[in-house]
């Protein structure tokens, strides 16, 4: 086929045909790919990753751990009520339910199917340790590099089994059938060659992960740019709690100068007793929280941007985390991978200071689905970060990994369930084929323009206006300055207009991705007149009614207008005010 309303660069485009199209291959892409051949060998995988699979992705930079009730005096039921309760009752209470009691399941299939190999205690029992915002110590690591381990052997998973796999491929656009049915397959760019392909497929996951490198501080790679939320949004999708961006409160803050800046000290330095410190030497956690260092991530963001503001920052604008007190030597040894990133950086976590700022970290808002994960478009299901609903206004640390690699498992057995081999595939709507393709390489034939220049902007408008602390003056401020940037790079070129491995029109791609994206979390902000979790509005300091709970949804229009409503959040389980941990022990 031609894409015959773009002629300069239209060209015969490849199409590709298949069962199982999976987009992403972190936790949720590689569990979803194995559980889908383990249910059905017969059926062709495809997963399609924008790097190289087993070496990029967000899952693979998971310091922490994964939750999971596995102790004795642990239960899934008391998992819940911390996921559910750090969730401000935000949650869909079926999708957290879900999470934690599979959590079990999966961290076993990771060690004796996968191969994972976690930590142990001297009587040979998986070592769970401390993460902020939980009542019990269950976060199960490979020392502080747990998501290297559970990549790494998820991809051998992979490489010995019959699935294909389009590298250095990015996704460029849903493309729904033509009967208006369903989803027909996904428009995609072979980075390496510049060529379009078309990849028709029975069943779609959409795992490309979140990673909101719109904020000037983030601890996601660069090429991170919210691919499947854009995607989500131009095709029309529903998606929810986009407002609920979570900062990791201990961001390394190694100066402008370096990409290190932003990138995270992990959660179990405040876990294991490690203290945040201001200019002056005060500790100063607990002025804000009986939990000290160990509140939600949500709670000591929000208390470290009020103790800069104040004048108690350190020289770069952040704070200190001081772990000396708990033995240089026993750092070193329980955080080797920390110690040794900040001593790249010339600072000696294990016996000095380090300065951290909060970092953008996870997206908790995502794309609407069900706990079999289907979405509202037939054919596309969904899975991970790309997804909303599992973690409500806030998510605990150690809760992402488990969350990605459950839904992946599900999301696999589910597509594997529901296809059938002598199903037609979809034909595709060339209408949206065209224009994805016009949308895609525009760029190469325009005057060459000053990305770095729209790169710095959104950074300025998000930190500040849409970041920690938000008000209705700063949201609209930057709700205008978002559109303007969105039709500004409408119209911005590439230097360089050889499609091939182009790195500069890959950039171009990413910002308008990230400004369509920015453009709905600041939206769902300004219709969230409450604080709540990870959202906090200094106008409207108090949190509202919690048994009449509201979440937004927010969705594009053809024009690209973001529109949101709200919907009342259905207590499944458990209400406010009550507990499962009550009910059991009745």
């Given at each position: 086929?031609?894409?015959?309303?773009?002629?300069?660069?239209?060209?015969?485009?490849?199409?590709?045909?298949?069962?199982?199209?999976?987009?992403?291959?972190?936790?949720?892409?590689?569990?979803?790919?194995?559980?889908?051949?383990?249910?059905?060998?017969d059926?062709?995988?495809?997963?399609a990753?924008?790097?190289?699979?087993?070496?990029?992705?967000?899952?693979?930079?998971?310091?922490?751990?994964?939750?999971?009730?596995?102790?004795?005096?642990?239960?899934?039921?008391?998992?819940?009520?911390?996921?559910?309760?750090?969730?401000?009752?935000?949650?869909?209470?079926?999708?957290?339910?879900?999470?934690?009691?599979?959590?079990?399941?999966?961290?076993?299939?990771?060690?004796?199917?996968?191969?994972?190999?976690?930590?142990?205690?001297?009587?040979?029992?998986?070592?769970?340790?401390?993460?902020?915002?939980?009542?019990?110590?269950?976060?199960?690591?490979?020392?502080?590099?747990?998501?290297?381990?559970?990549?790494?052997?998820?991809?051998?998973?992979?490489?010995?089994?019959?699935?294909?796999?389009?590298?250095?491929?990015?996704?460029?656009?849903?493309?729904?059938?033509?009967?208006?049915?369903?989803?027909?397959?996904?428009?995609?760019?072979?980075?390496?060659?510049?060529?379009?392909?078309?990849?028709?497929?029975?069943?779609?996951?959409?795992?490309?992960?979140?990673?909101?490198?719109?904020?000037?501080?983030?601890?996601?790679?660069?090429?991170?740019?919210?691919?499947?939320?854009?995607m989500?949004?131009?095709?029309?999708?529903?998606?929810?709690?986009?407002?609920?961006?979570?900062f990791?409160?201990?961001?390394?803050?190694?100066?402008?100068?370096?990409?290190?800046?932003?990138?995270?000290?992990?959660?179990?330095?405040?876990?294991?007793?490690?203290?945040?410190l201001?200019?002056?030497?005060?500790?100063?956690?607990?002025?804000?929280?009986?939990?000290?260092?160990?509140?939600t991530?949500?709670?000591?963001?929000?208390?470290i941007?009020?103790?800069?503001?104040?004048?108690?920052?350190?020289?770069?604008?952040?704070?200190?985390?001081?772990?000396?007190?708990?033995?240089?030597?026993?750092?070193?040894?329980?955080?080797?991978?920390?110690?040794?990133?900040?001593?790249?950086?010339?600072?000696?976590?294990?016996?000095?200071?380090?300065?951290?700022?909060?970092?953008a970290?996870?997206?908790?808002?995502?794309?609407?689905?069900?706990?079999?994960?289907?979405?509202?478009?037939?054919?596309?299901?969904?899975?991970?970060?790309?997804?909303?609903?599992?973690?409500?206004?806030?998510?605990?640390?150690?809760?992402?990994?488990?969350?990605?690699?459950?839904?992946?498992?599900?999301?696999?057995?589910?597509?594997a369930?529901?296809?059938?081999?002598?199903?037609?595939?979809?034909?595709?709507?060339?209408?949206?084929?065209?224009?994805a393709?016009?949308?895609?390489?525009?760029?190469?034939?325009?005057?060459?323009?000053?990305?770095?220049m729209?790169?710095?902007?959104?950074?300025?408008?998000?930190?500040?206006?849409?970041?920690?602390?938000?008000?209705?003056?700063?949201?609209?401020?930057a709700?205008?300055?978002?559109?303007?940037?969105?039709?500004?790079?409408?119209?911005?070129?590439?230097?360089?207009?050889?499609?091939?491995?182009?790195?500069?029109?890959?950039?171009?791609?990413?910002?308008?991705?990230?400004?369509?994206?920015?453009?709905a979390i600041?939206?769902?902000?300004q219709?969230r007149?409450?604080?709540?979790?990870?959202?906090?509005?200094?106008?409207?300091?108090?949190?509202?009614?919690?048994?009449?709970?509201?979440?937004?949804?927010?969705?594009?229009?053809?024009?690209?207008?973001?529109?949101?409503?709200?919907?009342?959040?259905?207590?499944?389980?458990?209400?406010?005010?009550?507990?499962l941990?009550?009910?059991?022990?009745?």
């Open positions: 086929a031609v894409c015959p309303r773009f002629t300069l660069h239209s060209r015969a485009m490849r199409t590709l045909e298949t069962d199982i199209l999976i987009l992403g291959s972190g936790g949720a892409g590689l569990f979803a790919a194995l559980h889908a051949k383990k249910a059905r060998p059926l062709d995988v495809t997963v990753v924008k790097g190289l699979l087993g070496k990029c992705g967000c899952t693979r930079m998971v310091q922490g751990g994964y939750n999971v009730a596995l102790a004795a005096n642990d239960s899934v039921e008391r998992h819940f009520m911390d996921t559910i309760e750090g969730g401000a009752w935000l949650n869909n209470q079926e999708l957290a339910w879900l999470l934690v009691s599979t959590a079990p399941t999966r961290i076993r299939e990771l060690e004796n199917d996968i191969g994972c190999f976690f930590d142990r205690n001297p009587d040979g029992t998986v070592h769970q340790k401390a993460f902020a915002g939980q009542t019990f110590d269950r976060t199960v690591h490979k020392g502080d590099l747990t998501g290297i381990e559970i990549i790494n052997r998820l991809a051998e998973q992979i490489w010995k089994r019959d699935v294909k796999r389009l590298e250095d491929h990015r996704a460029l656009d849903l493309i729904p059938a033509a009967d208006g049915s369903g989803l027909a397959g996904v428009y995609m760019l072979d980075m390496r060659t510049g060529e379009p392909l078309l990849v028709r497929a029975r069943a779609t996951l959409l795992g490309t992960g979140g990673g909101p490198t719109m904020y000037l501080y983030h601890t996601p790679s660069g090429d991170k740019s919210c691919d499947g939320m854009a989500a949004l131009r095709a029309g999708l529903p998606l929810r709690d986009m407002e609920m961006v979570q990791h409160p201990t961001g390394l803050l190694a100066g402008p100068g370096t990409r290190m800046t932003g990138t995270v000290l992990e959660e179990g330095l405040r876990g294991s007793g490690g203290y945040l201001d200019e002056t030497g005060a500790r100063f956690m607990f002025e804000y929280d009986k939990r000290g260092e160990r509140a991530r949500d709670i000591v963001c929000r208390s941007a009020d103790r800069v503001r104040k004048g108690f920052g350190s020289p770069n604008g952040g704070v200190y985390i001081s772990m000396g007190h708990l033995g240089p030597d026993n750092v070193r040894h329980e955080f080797k991978g920390m110690v040794e990133r900040c001593a790249d950086c010339g600072f000696d976590l294990a016996g000095g200071k380090v300065e951290v700022v909060p970092t970290h996870y997206m908790m808002g995502g794309v609407m689905f069900n706990p079999d994960c289907t979405t509202p478009m037939p054919r596309l299901y969904a899975a991970g970060e790309d997804t909303g609903g599992v973690h409500g206004a806030n998510r605990l640390g150690g809760n992402g990994v488990a969350n990605s690699t459950v839904y992946g498992g599900i999301a696999g057995d589910s597509m369930k529901a296809l059938r081999k002598d199903e037609r595939l979809a034909d595709p709507s060339q209408e949206v084929i065209d224009m393709h016009e949308r895609a390489f525009a760029p190469l034939a325009k005057r060459r323009s000053d990305l770095e729209v790169r710095t902007r959104l950074y300025d408008i998000m930190w500040n206006d849409v970041g920690i602390l938000r008000t209705a003056e700063g949201l609209a401020k709700r205008h300055a978002l559109k303007n940037l969105a039709s500004g790079i409408a119209g911005m070129g590439v230097p360089d207009p050889d499609p091939r491995y182009n790195l500069t029109w890959m950039d171009r791609l990413n910002l308008e991705n990230l400004v369509l994206v920015s453009r600041c939206a769902a902000a219709a007149t409450d604080s709540r979790g990870a959202h906090f509005r200094e106008d409207f300091p108090q949190t509202s009614d919690l048994m009449t709970s509201r979440y937004t949804v927010a969705r594009a229009n053809e024009d690209e207008r973001i529109d949101v409503t709200t919907e009342p959040v259905t207590f499944t389980r458990v209400k406010p005010g009550d507990s941990l009550s009910q059991a022990a009745e």
